[in-house]
């Protein structure tokens, strides 16, 4: 069964720092683009970075741009975002997706989906 986990959530400060990480169960995710969006309470899911195939390329929402970073390991199998300056409103449950496709900021487009993990951020 193939699977994407999530790790890394939990409460912080704001200003502070959380790691999450997403591995890949069942297969590597070699050759497939991967993204993390987020959905706060009763918010639309919304796109949060991505990350290409090759690694050479990540994309970021305005709202994190300067603060988090998308990186994956060379096997393919595990990808990273690092989540510096947080602020309450990255609050929300944060999902890793994997997509074979081209178009890295839509959810529509992402086959295979993480369980989710919760991102708390206090003032």
């Known amino acids: 069964q193939v699977r994407l986990v999530e790790s890394g959530g939990g409460l912080v400060q704001a200003g502070g720092s959380l790691r999450l990480s997403c591995a890949a169960v069942g297969r590597t995710f070699t050759g497939y683009g991967m993204g993390w969006f987020r959905q706060a309470p009763g918010k639309e899911r919304r796109f949060v970075a991505s990350?290409?195939?090759?690694?050479?390329?990540?994309y970021y929402a305005d709202s994190v741009k300067g603060r988090f970073t998308m990186s994956r390991d060379n096997a393919g199998s595990t990808v990273y975002l690092q989540m510096n300056s947080l602020k309450p409103e990255d609050t929300a449950v944060y999902y890793c997706?994997?997509?074979?496709?081209?178009?890295?900021?839509?959810?529509?487009?992402?086959?295979?989906w993480g369980q989710g993990t919760q991102v708390t951020v206090s003032s």
């Open positions: 997706a994997a997509t074979g496709g081209s178009d890295y900021f839509s959810d529509a487009t992402y086959d295979y």
């Open positions: 990350i290409a195939w090759t690694g050479t390329r990540t």
